[in-house]
Each structure stands twice: as C-alpha cells, then as structure tokens.
C-alpha cells in the first residue's frame, strides 16, 4: 500500500475529527507519514472552506452596504425641489382663491316685485 493510499485511509477515519484533534495527530507523527498527510489535508480543506465562507459573507455585506449608500444618496422627497415647487404652488393656489372671492362685490338681495304692481 502506498502513502497516498494509507493516508485516503486515515482521511476517512480522520473526517469526523475536530481541528484540535487533527493538530494533535499531525504533532503525534512524523510529515512523512499517512497520518500527519492526512491530518494536514484535512486541516488545509477545512482552512479554504472556512476562507470562501469569510469570502462570502464578507461579499455579502459589501453588497448591503452599497445598496445602503445607494439608498442614502437618494434625497428624502421633502428635500427634492419639486416638492417644494408643488408646496408654493399651491399656497399661491390658495391665495389667490382666497382673494378672488373676497373681491367679488356682493349686493344685498333685493325684494322681490310682482310685475303687475307698480
């Protein structure tokens, strides 16, 4: 049996091991043995995974705080100047109703006559 086969081997019966037991088997033997190589594959896929993760969600964060920032570049409504274009629009709608109808002459009613008396 060859090294790379013995230490398949011991991949497979190292798999359910924790990282502190598998440095615990690669200080136990020598780097030349199956079971130091394995150890020290397992460590080493265990280590990339846990970097694509951290990659990930590191992505992941990157990307809700740039659509954050984007969200925040956009001014609140009340800070647009159509807003405030829309708001002087109509108070100066509303001023001019108000005057309008204030100068309208209102005459007092007058009482009403029959056409047959005169």
Do not use: C, G
């Not at 598998?22 to 265990?46: C, D, G, M, V, W």
């Not at 100047?81 to 100068?103: E, G, N, Q």
């Amino acid at each position: 049996m060859t090294i790379d086969e013995a230490a398949a081997q011991y991949r497979q019966a190292y798999a359910s091991k924790t990282n502190a037991e598998l440095l615990h088997e690669k200080i136990r033997f020598n780097q030349l043995s199956p079971q130091y190589i394995a150890a020290t594959q397992l460590l080493e896929e265990r280590r990339l995974q846990a970097e694509q993760k951290r990659e990930a969600d590191e992505e992941i964060r990157h990307k809700a705080i740039a659509d954050k920032l984007d969200e925040l570049k956009k001014p609140h409504w009340t800070v647009k100047p159509i807003f405030w274009i829309s708001v002087v629009s109509a108070i100066a709608a509303i001023l001019a109703a108000y005057f309008s109808y204030r100068s309208i002459p209102v005459t007092p009613p007058t009482p009403h006559r029959e056409a047959s008396q005169p």
